[in-house]
């Protein structure tokens, strides 16, 4: 009840056009559900999603609302760890719907939303991972599709993005996530990449080689920066051979 006030002006802040004002609202909101007190965890849970049901309404932002739906893509990683950690009834529908707005926002006709979710994938990645001994996954194809279409995406900006962060958010912290968040993301990557027949249908030399000869030299050097995560990768697989990555 004490945050309820102060939820409600940084929802209204994070709809506002500006950069600076809902990109500071959004932190702010963040810092407020990642740091909940147990005993608040619950209704806040159901806060934090009411919030981007708030902020990415469809009806309003078909023509507009750039504000809300960069606001609601900046949100979805601390909306998916206050829920995981906090709800209990139909836990994996309210996820699901979560990123299902990142799915959505990932293929905007904007392409600063496209990049602020290349932004997310790391942080998303973070939230939804469960470990070993956890039963439930949370993740779908639509969603490891969705984060192909941002490492192929047409605007260089976004390809930028979304590699190094794969590249060193992702990849480079295998170890971090479980067995089967890696198993599920290279299965799904490999299943995308099966449509165009090259590099042995491994998906992640299909990201180095179309990365390294990219006619934007932004990308060339995010790929450059992030290559140690391909290498990770690559030493965990252990089938790419070194011939391929030189």
């Given amino acids: 009840?004490?945050?309820?006030?102060?939820?409600?002006?940084?929802?209204?802040?994070?709809?506002?056009?500006?950069?600076?004002?809902?990109?500071?609202?959004?932190?702010?909101?963040?810092?407020?559900?990642?740091?909940?007190?147990?005993?608040?965890?619950?209704?806040?849970?159901?806060?934090?999603?009411?919030?981007?049901?708030?902020?990415?309404?469809?009806?309003?932002?078909?023509?507009?609302?750039?504000?809300?739906?960069?606001?609601?893509?900046?949100?979805?990683p601390a909306t998916i760890s206050i829920l995981n950690k906090y709800t209990q009834a139909a836990k994996n529908e309210k996820i699901q719907f979560v990123l299902s707005l990142f799915c959505k926002l990932?293929?905007?006709?904007?392409?600063?939303?496209?990049?602020?979710?290349a932004e997310q994938i790391g942080n998303i990645a973070l939230a939804i991972h469960v470990r070993e001994e956890e039963e439930v996954f949370f993740g779908s194809d639509e969603l490891f599709l969705a984060i192909w279409d941002l490492l192929c995406d047409e605007h260089d900006s976004v390809r930028v993005v979304a590699i190094f962060i794969f590249g060193?958010?992702?990849?480079?912290?295998?170890?971090?996530?479980?067995?089967?968040?890696?198993t599920t993301i290279t299965s799904m990557l490999c299943a995308k990449n099966n449509e165009s027949q090259t590099n042995n249908n491994d998906p992640i030399m299909m990201i180095v080689s179309s990365g390294s000869d990219d006619p934007s030299w932004r990308v060339r050097q995010a790929l450059s920066k992030s290559f140690h995560g391909f290498l990770i990768y690559h030493c965990m697989?252990?089938?790419?051979t070194s011939a391929q990555l030189i």
């Fill in 237 to 240: 697989e252990e089938r790419t």
């Fill in 1 to 76: 009840a004490y945050a309820m006030p102060l939820i409600q002006i940084l929802r209204n802040l994070a709809k506002v056009e500006e950069t600076v004002v809902h990109e500071r609202a959004t932190k702010s909101l963040s810092l407020i559900f990642e740091n909940v007190p147990e005993t608040n965890g619950h209704e806040l849970a159901e806060i934090a999603l009411e919030t981007l049901k708030y902020l990415y309404n469809e009806e309003i932002n078909t023509n507009g609302g750039l504000g809300s739906r960069m606001s609601t893509v900046y949100l979805l």
């Fill in 106 to 117: 990932a293929k905007d006709d904007a392409p600063c939303v496209r990049k602020a979710a």
């Fill in 168 to 182: 060193c958010e992702i990849l480079a912290n295998l170890s971090h996530f479980s067995k089967l968040w890696v």
